[in-house]
């Protein structure tokens, strides 16, 4: 979409900016920013039709059985590599190199998943969006809509109606 | 006692009351740094001399080796473990009540397994060869022994401070990015890196609560496995009284349970000194001290068994080794154990003292000394006590190594005081998750801290 211009309202309340949400996607408009001081249920599920699925749980399980495999492969290549016979037991003993793989596996996807958080999220950001406002750490919410230039009256006055504090462009 | 003020506050109230904590302390606070520092610096000055002269500066001398450093490091690891259970597990609970304590707690979690991550480099002796318990190609085709307890603690440990840290940064960035809205100067520049341009928006948060919940998700079993992982090194001795499948539950409950009393212990001022009393209510002191109580319960049920399976076992060497841990030269310290962990909290029952400030708090000491106790008398008079008469001895402490365990307390204590005044010890956006939200229309009262 040739967006050109972003419109901004800022919301007081959850209802309110829910409501805006709703009439904003009724009208069909899709490329929504809403900016949100804590994460609201309410609003994710709305926000759900046009957002496809976190995708932070594939990263996790790729992390997750990798170090599962890193764990076993390191354990078992390297007692067959170095073949000390401690205790009497096999030097490949599975259930020890359980704990190593175990750790790992934790280890790897905790990290796979904080590496998703970042890339998927875009952090870090090294530029503030033209549409942020520090308020949105605080107590207000944002919506902010990109749409056709012609379009951003209407847009802004749809936000006004749906109860904005404030209508930014 | 808590004579706070418990009034009703908004989402902006939250910001303040957690800006308020960041800016520049009074004098009181300097002057615990500067006690802190000076014990920190005395346990410096300890070992640096036991480096110097060699491990015999230290008390440990044979049969007991492992002595007051594995005891002072069992005890710091599990002090970790409650951090976890309120972050983790009970995030995956949804227990709105742990949003107030969780940074704190999380915190305390952190810096208690980097205290704890000493001891085993202190123990050692030479611990510039620390690395070579980790697996590294080298030209001699060395690997580290994968069979060893003592191998897999470290990779135990290792993932449990890494995954403890990456949670607690993961956790501190939108905080973090509220504190950089509202500051100016320096402080802005230095929270705006740490937030790394957090703005809070959909993609943002859908990625970061999924991301969350799975860090929380394997937070939860790695929480359990690492104490259990730390309870092998003595469950696979062949120890009379250490080698029992006991051990892993036994550690983890022992865990959690002395954890929770380190964390009222640091809370508790937090709440007077920050006036955060609108926060941690009395509800939550409540709720801390019947788990407190729950875990001392399952505590003494698992004493009980200790001394039911030496002596069901039939075999006459765990019958003695509890026999003399009770009543030979270390019965003090098995009994101010029993006293610290089975009896004190049994006045947790009583529901005036567990939202009475003063009795809590003694109570949460005494529990720290008896957790303490509990290590030292796994550790001292289990190896104190073995199989032959003439392997058995007396450990006497030495001022070197008193002196590292008391500086080891400074080295906790000076982490946390310096991250209260610097960071958001009070999480903001999850506290006001739990506060009801903002709405135009009270139509339906759902909306009441729906979002958690």
Redesign the interface.
Known sequence: MAAAASVLGIFAHVDTTLQAIRDLRAKGYGDLTVYTPVPVEEIEEEIEHIRPHSKVRLFTVIGGVTGAATGFFLTIWSSLKWDLITGGKASVSIPPFVIIGFELTILFGGLATVLAVLLLGRLPKLRPSPTYDPRFTLDRFGVAVACPPDRAQAVSALLSAAGAEEVRR | MSAGTERAV???DV?KDVERTVSMPGNTYFAWMCVVALTLAAGVVAWTFQIYTGMGAAGKRTPQMWAMYITTFVFWIGIGHAGTLISAVLYLFRAKWRTSIYRGAEAMTVFAVMTAGLFPLIHAGRMWFAYWLT?YPNQR????????PL??DV??I??YL??SV??FI?GL??DV??L???STGIKRKIFAVIA?????????????????G??AA??T??VL?VHS?VSFDFAMALVPGWHSTLFAPFFVDGAIFSGFAMVLVLILPMRYYFNWYPYITDKHLDAMAKLTLVTSLVLTYFYACEVFTAWYSGDHFERASVFAKATKQYAWAYWTMYFCNSVVPLILFWKKARTNVVILYIVSILVLIGMWFERFNIIVPGLGHDFYPYTWGTYVPTITDSTIIVGSFAWFFILFLGFIRVMPSLSI??V??VLP?????A?HGA?QG??H
Request: net charge positive.
């Open positions: 908004t989402w902006a910001n697996p085709y060395l690997w580290p022994n994968f069979k060893s191998v897999w990779f135990a290792s993932t890494t995954i990456v949670f993961v960035v939108p990015a509220a950089r809205d509202r790394m341009g957090w703005e809070g928006s959909d993609t943002q948060w859908k990625h970061y609560r999924r991301g969350y799975l860090l394997l937070a079993p790695l496995s992982v956006v999850e006001k998750e939200h903002p709405l135009k229309h139509v909306h729906g979002g």
